[in-house]
């Protein structure tokens, strides 16, 4: 059997609407199992994000740390935000991203992983790429004004490979965080060669 995601719909014979916010909204659908029975399927309507992984010439981890509150913790993540501009190329919208919460760009992206957050309850999806050839933006360039939980956020460079050892030692949990470290670890092995271009489509 091939080992591969594939796009499936299984036959929604109800749906409702349970509640709407700014960003999500959730929903129960009545899906038909197999065995011709049904049940019940809560779940998260999402958007979708991206993440950035960006790392620089001595193979340093960009990192930025955030409140976040349903989990109660600071967090160390990556620069990363919500699809929030219809049609919207994606790798603009990273590149907005890592200028606005961390102050950088790159002349060179490649998509790194695409990855669910959470398919059993949301649908949330989130490309991460991989971004180089990295350099600050200049303070007369940069007017994004940080608000709420980014006030405060501080950046910091981390060594690739420390920043997997703190992955598979629990001092990570953000999951594109660990998704994109472990993901450019193993595509530092060639180099990252074998990765797609920034504008493959998702699959």
């Known amino acids: 059997m091939r080992i591969e995601d594939v796009a499936e719909s299984w036959e ?13 909204s959730v929903r129960t659908d009545t899906v038909r199992m197999p065995g011709d029975e049904t049940a019940d399927r809560d779940y998260v309507v999402h958007p979708g994000s991206v993440a950035v992984l960006a790392i620089d010439e001595d193979d340093r981890v960009l990192m930025i740390r955030q409140y976040r509150h349903p989990v109660r913790r600071l967090l160390w993540e990556l620069p990363a935000g919500i699809r929030d501009v219809p049609g919207e190329p994606l790798v603009d919208c990273a590149a907005r991203e890592l200028a606005e919460e961390a102050g950088y760009r790159a002349r060179t992206w490649h998509t790194l992983v695409d990855i669910y957050t959470s398919p059993g309850m949301c649908d949330e999806r989130i490309r991460i790429f991989l971004a180089r050839d990295l350099s600050p933006i200049p303070e007369e360039e940069n007017d994004y004004v940080h608000r709420h ?17 703190k992955a ?16 450019a670890y193993a595509a530092s092995a060639d180099g990252f060669k074998g990765l797609r271009p920034a504008d493959a489509p998702e699959a």
């Open 12 to 24: 929604v014979t109800d749906s409702k609407e349970r509640f709407t916010a700014r960003v999500i």
């Open 149 to 165: 939980e980014e006030i405060g956020m501080p950046v910091e460079w981390i060594p690739l490979g420390e920043a997997v050892e």
């Open 168 to 183: 598979l030692g629990g001092m990570i949990h953000n999951s594109p965080a660990i998704a994109g470290i472990l993901a």
